[in-house]
């Protein structure tokens, strides 16, 4: 199958230029050398933390039953770790990457090889630094395709493209963050956003850095969309064109045709686009949605939807975007969001719950003396703001290392309050610790996560490491465990690994804890999870041979 790419940053080691996939599952492998090298977006060059030289960087593609090998060697001065964000990583955790939780950073000058199955996935997922703010610079999207003579359950694309959006800061994104914590508060915003590393002409300086892709008249083009921006939920919009929204987080949706999309970081979204108006140039857009009473961030990044044979000098609309503060929209997008769930892709939804999680996310203030205000704001689940152990928890698990973490994690708040009530100051004080929760092996879990007004409420995209799960209910304002429930959908839910709890609302999700192994669970916004907002599930092997954890490779870094 011939694929033809455009102007997207990739490098596909042993198969360089030569985009046909063979027909039997196979090994792909690929060398991700760490580096540093000197940018310019908008008007001054940096040095920035990149793969192979790329930024964003390459992409993976990859078939359903394939092998992936890479071999990450780290040439930056910072210690540094990958993951690949909605991989399961069955029995696997070793290959999953969030540095001290599944393995200790790959140390400057070290090398160390992710080695996993892509098995029972397809679609598009992306990959990631996964330690401080290095994200910011270090991801790329990660495409599989279906297995060999699978189509899509939609109309073939004539062709495909990656729209991956980002932030981009002038300074050097790791003292952004340092500053931010010297002084306990939140780090300056990002300077631009931007799409496929570029952040188009509404920016000072950054005309050369505009993407475009061309399209033909008549045809339909599929977007793998995916938010790597570090703190920004974002709407995303093509002037004049529609598009049907066909898949999420690597699972087919219920097709359903949309003006705009919206995205939260960590999440992935496939659209079909018909290119059916007058052949011209075209506006693509995506700017924030934040609608917490906090300072809303309006920019606007824009790359080209260009019809073959329109000269380059025809000025591009823009096109129209949800408000920023749209909560309506937002709530009636991800209403419509459902799995496909037919006999092919079911929707396996656990019905039976073994396990009932209910987790606050909150903010609090902490005693800091050497911090401006003498303060500085925590994130917290449960009341509990997660501190990073030295040793990675998967290793101190398998290895059974006492003293690196507690599983005390509690199942609900110690105290019951009105979560979305009227902002509360009082009790702003966090507790802090190392402490997960444990799941027996193949048990169903809900798991309700209630955003609350301690400081202020705020929409929060949280994401489940090593599995999938299934969004069956959310709501506004507290949850009502005696009615909500009856209200769930349990036949069609969305399945993903990312999904937002509304501003002053609650997400219920359930999964099956098949898969062995320590999984992170954080708030995708880089801020709140620097600031706490994490905690991890230790999921005990299974009594089966084939249910436990599988025995570290001989080159994990040490810690
Ligand atoms: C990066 O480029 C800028 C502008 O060309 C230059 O001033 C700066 O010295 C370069 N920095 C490095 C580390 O090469
Ligand atoms: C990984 O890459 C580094 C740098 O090229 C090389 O030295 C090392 O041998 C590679 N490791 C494996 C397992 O291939
Ligand atoms: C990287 O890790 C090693 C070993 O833990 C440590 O000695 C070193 O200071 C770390 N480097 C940085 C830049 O944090
Ligand atoms: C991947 O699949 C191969 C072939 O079935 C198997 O030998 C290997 O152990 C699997 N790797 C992991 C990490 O599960
Ligand atoms: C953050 O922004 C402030 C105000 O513009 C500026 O003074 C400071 O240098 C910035 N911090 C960093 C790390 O760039
Ligand atoms: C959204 O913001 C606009 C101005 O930016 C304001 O007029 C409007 O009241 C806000 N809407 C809501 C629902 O907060
Ligand atoms: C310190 O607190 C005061 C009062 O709450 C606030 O006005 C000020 O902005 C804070 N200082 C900083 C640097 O945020
Ligand atoms: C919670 O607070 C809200 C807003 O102040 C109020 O309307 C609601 O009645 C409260 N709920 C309970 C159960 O007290
Ligand atoms: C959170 O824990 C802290 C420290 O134990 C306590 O002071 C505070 O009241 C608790 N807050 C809530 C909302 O439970
Ligand atoms: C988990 O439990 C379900 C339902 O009892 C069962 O169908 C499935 O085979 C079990 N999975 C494993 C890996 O044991
Ligand atoms: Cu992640």
Do not use: E, F, M
């Given at each position: 199958m011939a694929r033809v790419f455009s102007g997207v940053a990739f490098l596909f080691f042993g198969f360089l230029g030569l985009f046909s996939f063979p027909a039997e599952a196979a090994i792909k492998k690929y060398q991700f050398d760490i580096q540093v090298k000197n940018v310019s977006r908008l008007c001054h060059a940096k040095p920035i933390v990149t793969v192979n030289g790329r930024y964003p960087g390459p992409t993976i593609y990859a078939r359903e039953g394939d092998r992936v090998i890479i071999n990450v060697t780290n040439h930056a001065q910072y210690n540094m770790s990958i993951h690949w964000h909605g991989l399961k990583q069955y029995r696997n955790g070793w290959a999953d990457g969030p540095a001290y939780v599944t393995q200790c950073p790959i140390q400057t000058g070290s090398s160390y090889t992710y080695d996993f199955n892509v098995t029972g996935q397809r679609g598009t997922l992306w990959w990631h630094a996964h330690i401080l703010w290095l994200r910011a610079t270090v991801y790329g999207a990660f495409v599989i395709m279906p297995e060999p003579g699978t189509p899509f359950p939609f109309p073939k694309p004539h062709q495909e493209f990656e729209i991956v959006f980002g932030e981009w800061w002038h300074a050097d994104v790791e003292e952004v963050e340092k500053q931010g914590a010297i002084m306990g508060l939140p780090p300056n915003m990002s300077d631009a956003h931007t799409i496929n590393g570029k952040p188009g002409p509404l920016f000072p300086c950054s005309e050369k850095h505009t993407f475009a892709i061309e399209v033909e008249l008549g045809k339909t083009y599929l977007l793998r969309i995916v938010n790597a921006a570090l703190n920004d939920e974002l709407f995303f919009a093509i002037a004049g064109h529609s598009m049907t929204v066909v898949e999420v987080d690597a699972v087919y949706t219920k097709p359903f045709t949309t003006q705009a999309v919206l995205i939260a970081p960590g999440q992935t979204t496939n659209v079909l686009v018909q290119a059916n108006q007058v052949p011209s140039r075209y506006f693509m857009a995506t700017r924030t949605f934040m609608d917490a009473p906090l300072a809303i961030d309006s920019k606007t990044a824009t790359a080209i939807f260009q019809y073959k044979?329109?000269?380059?000098?025809v000025l591009p609309a823009l096109p129209q975007l949800p408000a920023s503060n749209d909560t309506a929209f937002a709530l009636s997008y991800n209403g419509k969001?459902?799995?496909?769930?037919?006999?092919?892709?079911?929707?396996?939804?656990?019905?039976?719950?073994?396990r009932n999680l209910f987790y606050t996310v909150g903010f609090g203030k902490n005693p800091c003396p050497t911090c401006v205000n003498g303060t500085k704001f925590l994130a917290s689940l449960n009341n509990i703001s997660f501190v990073m152990p030295q040793i990675a928890l998967l290793q101190a698990h398998y290895f059974n290392t006492k003293g690196v973490f507690r599983t005390d994690f509690p199942d609900k708040p110690l105290t019951a309050f009105n979560y979305t009530g009227a902002p509360l100051t009082a009790n702003l004080g966090t507790a802090t610790g190392t402490r997960i929760g444990k799941i027996a092996f193949n048990s169903t879990v809900e798991l309700v996560l209630q955003d609350t007004n301690l400081l202020t409420v705020e929409s929060h995209p949280f994401h489940l490491h090593g599995y999938n799960f299934f969004v069956v209910g959310t709501g506004i304002g507290n949850f009502d465990p005696a009615n909500d429930p009856a209200k769930y959908n349990l036949v069609d839910p969305i399945e993903r690994n990312t999904i937002g709890v509304p501003t002053g609302g609650w997400t219920a999700i359930r999964f099956r804890a098949d898969n062995p192994g320590v999984w992170f669970m954080h708030c995708h916004l880089e801020l709140h999870t620097g600031w706490g907002l994490k905690t991890a599930f230790l999921v005990e092997d299974g009594a089966g041979p084939d249910q436990s954890v599988l025995p570290p490779p001989k080159d994990l870094p040490p810690c």
């Open positions: 044979g329109v000269p380059n000098t969001i459902k799995s496909l769930n037919s006999a092919q892709y079911p929707a396996n939804v656990p019905l039976k719950v073994d």
